[in-house]
């Protein structure tokens, strides 16, 4: 298993508090990525980064901001947490920006009350 | 034009059967295909993967098809087996310089098979 932790694993917040996950790699891998999962919806991209301090928006971004200030760690805020953004956050690391060699970590199941 | 649809919601299949998800996009520019398997509580893994030059690519039991003209690409799994039993994402994405690797997934097919 590529060497992915996101903690915490599972958090109950409530609304308007701010949230942040993290990300932790231990590969090197320069592409790192936040997606979230939601049922019908399949998984869906959050931000992305393509290095230190290199970040850029996906498809939902909205609500969220990022930070990257080392290879390793990759943290994703939620600044004031809605009870639409519970769902399940996975992290996702690459070794190269061709988009077929991504590995998933085990996710972080956060509920917003 | 960036969406990926995929079908069914729900699959059963008895074990020993085959297991058929399908899936369809609009963008042509994406030329990689990738398959997921996820297992309850676990991140999604690369499954099987094809580019849009090959109009089949099988290992093991596993065997993914692909038509270019009507831009959909399926899932086949021979002799389904209760292991199988998981949640499958179809995805694309293009590979190419512009690209960061950002996939877009279709909405999911929960797979189980029955003893």
């Known amino acids: 298993d590529a060497g992915i932790t996101q903690s915490p694993r599972h958090k109950v917040t409530e609304t308007g508090t701010p949230v942040t996950l993290r990300c932790h790699q231990t590969e090197n891998h320069r592409y790192m990525y936040w997606y979230r999962q939601d049922p019908g919806h399949g998984l869906r991209l959050i931000h992305y980064?393509?290095?230190?301090?290199?970040?850029d928006k996906g498809e939902v971004s909205d609500g969220y901001s990022v930070s990257r200030s080392k290879t390793e760690d990759f943290l994703l805020t939620l600044e004031s947490a809605t009870s639409s953004q519970t769902s399940v956050y996975f992290c996702a690391i690459s070794e190269s920006r061709a988009g077929n060699t991504i590995y998933f970590g085990e996710g972080s199941w956060l509920t917003v009350v | 034009q960036q969406q990926v649809k995929q079908s069914p919601q729900s699959l059963i299949v008895q074990k020993g059967g085959i297991s058929i998800i399908n899936c369809a996009y609009e963008n042509t520019a994406f030329d990689y295909f990738p398959w997921y398997q996820q297992f309850p509580g676990k991140g999604p893994a690369l499954l099987i993967a094809?580019?849009?030059?090959?109009s089949e690519k099988k290992e093991g039991r596993f065997t993914i098809s692909f038509n270019k003209s009507a831009k959909q690409f399926s899932l086949h799994i021979m002799d389904s087996q209760p292991g199988d039993s998981a949640t499958y994402f179809c995805a694309a994405t293009m590979v190419g310089s512009s690209n960061t690797g950002k996939l877009i997934f279709g909405q999911g097919t929960t797979l189980q098979v029955k003893p």
């Open positions: 980064s393509y290095g230190v301090k290199d970040t």
């Open positions: 094809i580019r849009p030059d090959v």
